[in-house]
């Protein structure tokens, strides 16, 4: 193995370009051919290829370094040691891509010296059209412009098309954006001018001297139309450098993703990484130099939405579901916007994250509980006395508990990493609590060793500690099942969402007097609508008719609590 410089191959053209990303490490084995560095010109992104097959041993630039041709930007050793190819020819890149695109580069700045001197000048690469003289000989005069030499590339795909019909452009502004396997190439316009008919489509393949687009050109090389009325500053805002922004679509605007950028800029390289991740690269931020995506900046996008489907998902979409646009609703009349609060969003994205996880079944039931109120009635005097009301939830809690413990696979959550099953060794139950922020779900511990008077006064407290927003986060966790009761305000039924990792939640209604059949007449019975909610994944249909009928009995006959 012999260490070789690898050099800044000719341009193009170009005479100092920026070094926009590194591709390699020291240490790393190349294969011919394979990218080492990105550059950028003001118009073209290239990748330098390895001129052979080796091991990188120093890269000696790093982002943002400006080089020429000639200059050495890393050092390796050449696998097979004295290689011909791999000495002051791979330098030149003689067989690499970059070498041949800068043949044709000094190509076209030539040709278009001649007819257009002032772009020419500034032009420091390929990207040239020709202009092809009109019929129309006024002050002003179409043009087709066509491909330029494309640094020998053939069949060169189009990713983007910068322009659209009517737009203003001035001399060097993008009007396509091709894609080689090695680089992504602007082709700028030649004159200022007005955009007619684009004759050309994304995924089109352009070689040179193809019809790109026509164009109205004044003589002077600006179109006669914004000569006359529009000033450089509208013309910039104009929707010329974002096709995207053009489109009627008033959903667009309320999104709450962030918009896509109308115009990319990307290197190959991250373009490939794109595709590779699937990431839009239309919403990815460029951090780069004029804006452009770097590799870091796709993997931070891709971090940034994994992290979000993992936390949840954004109150829309999540799980690869696509999200719900929102029309623009002033279309159907007066709106307002108000923020929501941070509990609002919790709660929202809980409730999303639950729904989508979790494999939900209702099974319902009705609880005859005449009896237990009367009870519950006898204790009112008593309850005054300790100060303390004892509404029917301290007996749901105690019959949940108890429900609990003779069904155990209820007091468990799924670890489907390990597929394994985590038993539960104490009853904790949540309680919903509806308060004027949001709903909050305090947690009642070691329900099963407690009484109904001390159930009573700390569900009252901790209620009133989520209304007053006193809950600390430690009241509100460590759940092993929930109880949502609805029954203070009405409702003959519901489908509670499982407050995931726990594994069931208990719906409570309000309970009525309905007539109940006892095989001889129907009696007036006051019944408890109970809807449990459970996950199919951790309890089967059987186990959940077993749990709302083992609580039907311990509700309807509240001796069976003390069993
Ligand atoms: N059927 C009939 N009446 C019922 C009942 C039921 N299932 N549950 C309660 N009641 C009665 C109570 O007895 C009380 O009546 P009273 O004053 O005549 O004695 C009245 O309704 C109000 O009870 P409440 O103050 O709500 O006490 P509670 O202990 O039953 O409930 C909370 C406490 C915290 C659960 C309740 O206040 C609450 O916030 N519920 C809403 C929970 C929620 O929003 N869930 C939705 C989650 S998506």
Known sequence: MSEQDIKVPDLGGAEEVEVIEILVNEGDSVAEEDPILTVESDKATV?????????????????????????????????????????????????ADVGDRAESGDDAESADATTDSAAAESEPEAAKAEPKPSSNAGAAREETVKVPP??????VPVIEI???????VEIDDPLVTVESDKATMELPSPFAGKIGKILVKEGDTLSEGDSLVEMIVSVGGEAEAESAAAPKDAEAAAPAKAPEAAKPAPESKPEATPAPSAKVHAGPA?????????????????????????????????????????????????????????????????????????????????????????????????????????YRKSLKAEGERRGVKMTPLPFMLKACARALADLPQFNVSLDLEKKELIRKR??????????????????????DQKGL??????????????????????????????????????GTAFTPIVNAPEVAILGVSKAAMQPVWDGAAFQPRLMLPLSLSYDHRAVNGADAARFTTRLSELLGDIRHLLL
């Open 270 to 374: 991250v373009r490939k990484l794109a595709r590779e991740l699937g990431a839009d690269l239309a919403r990815v931020q460029g951090k780069g130099p004029k804006g452009r995506i770097l590799k870091e900046d796709v993997e931070a996008y891709i971090k940034h939405q994994l992290r979000q489907v993992q936390e949840g998902g954004a109150v829309s979409g999540g799980a690869g579901i696509p999200g719900i646009k929102l029309p623009d609703f002033s279309q159907f009349g007066e709106t307002e916007r108000e923020s929501m609060s941070r509990l609002h969003v919790a709660t929202a994205n809980n409730m999303q994250r639950n729904w989508l996880n979790v494999p939900h079944v209702t099974q319902f039931d009705d609880a005859d509980i005449t009896e237990l109120e009367d």
């Open 47 to 95: 990748e330098l290829p390895a001129p052979a097959a080796g091991k990188i041993t120093a890269i000696t630039v790093k982002v943002g370094d400006k080089v020429r041709e000639g200059d050495v930007v890393g050092t390796f050793n050449a696998e097979g040691g004295g290689d011909a190819e791999v000495g002051d020819e791979a330098d030149v890149g003689g067989k």
């Open 162 to 168: 910068n322009v659209s019909e009517g737009d203003s």
């Open 150 to 155: 494309l640094d020998g590339f053939e069949n």
């Open 453 to 490: 008077w001390e159930l009573a006064q700390e569900a009252a407290e901790l209620a009133a500690k989520a209304r007053d927003k006193k809950l600390k986060p430690a009241e509100m966790q460590g759940a092993c099942f929930t109880i949502t009761s609805l029954g203070g305000i009405g």
């Open 426 to 447: 104490y009853i904790h139950i949540g309680i919903a609590v509806d308060t004027p922020a949001g709903l909050m779900v305090p947690v009642i511990r070691d329900v």
